[in-house]
């Protein structure tokens, strides 16, 4: 209900009565979950779902980032023990899910500390996932904790370490999108760890010739993803944030000259999705 709820415009109110109603009805399944793993595991996804409701870190949401994180915490809670009592690779998986959403809701709410215990306790996971399947989509949730880690521990100014964890996750992507090339999400996700390597160099290590390399890197996959998904304004943004990045390290490398020539090209596409959206 909240997948089809999320996508009308101004449904605000909607999912409003949807977390109230929710509430009631989670108010009920926990009462009936003790004895149920089943139940218990349905209870894990309904407190997350919730937690999007309430305040999605990148999606539509009622903004209320504190309720959001309660529920996230609530999930969480009971993945943890859903792990301890039952350590199956789904449950892992249910759990690593909410390790990464939660490790990056907390960052971006500038709970550091607590990110930091959240997303250790998601390597860990991780490790154990990594070990005992090699689906591309379990081997995606690894990589995205790797990711979402190496970002928390770089943003702590802990560069090296924070590089080395971006690295596993690029390699861990590059693998997958090796097995699939004609699948544009693994495409994507290399990419956009490549950009948060040139990030750092760019932000963090001062590295600016590095961070050059990385951001050409997935702007020129983004590039080649744009031509084939015209339609995708996610990754439009990104292909003109990655060149715009491209410009910014130019310009700190006293090269002016070729960073307007990289972004000439984007202010143009840029001005010109103004004016379609004026008309």
Known sequence: VYDAVAQIPGSTAARKLLVDKSLEYLAALERDAQDSLAL????????????????????????????????????LAIREA??????????????????????????AAD???EARTVLEAGIR????????????????????????????????????PGLAWLERARTTFQQIAATAPQDRTAR???????????????????RYEEGLVHYRQAYDTLDALAREVPGNAEVQR???????????LLVL???????????????????????????
Not at 82 to 90: F, G, S
């Open 82 to 107: 859903l792990v301890r009592e039952a350590p199956t690779l789904p449950h892992r998986l249910d759990l690593l899910r909410v390790q990464v959403i939660l490790g990056e809701a907390l960052q």
């Open 125 to 160: 996971n991780a490790e154990v996932v990594a070990a005992e399947s090699s689906s591309a989509v379990d081997l995606r949730k690894v990589a995205a904790v790797y990711m979402v880690y190496g970002t928390a521990e770089w943003t702590a100014r802990r560069f090296e």
């Open 238 to 248: 990104a292909r003109v944030y990655s060149r715009a990045s491209v410009g910014q």
């Open 40 to 75: 218990k595991r349905d209870l894990g996804v309904a407190w997350e779902r919730l937690g999007d409701v309430q305040g999605a870190y990148l999606d539509p949401s009622l903004g209320d980032t504190r309720q959001a994180l309660d529920h996230y915490r609530r999930s």
């Open 188 to 206: 994507r996700d290399v990419a956009v760890v490549a950009g948060r390597i040139g990030l750092v160099h760019m932000r963090g290590t001062g």
């Open 111 to 113: 709970l550091d500390a």
């Open 253 to 279: 490398l006293r090269r002016p000259a070729e960073a307007l020539r990289e972004l000439e090209p984007e202010l143009a596409q840029l001005d010109a999705w103004r004016r379609a959206d004026a008309a």
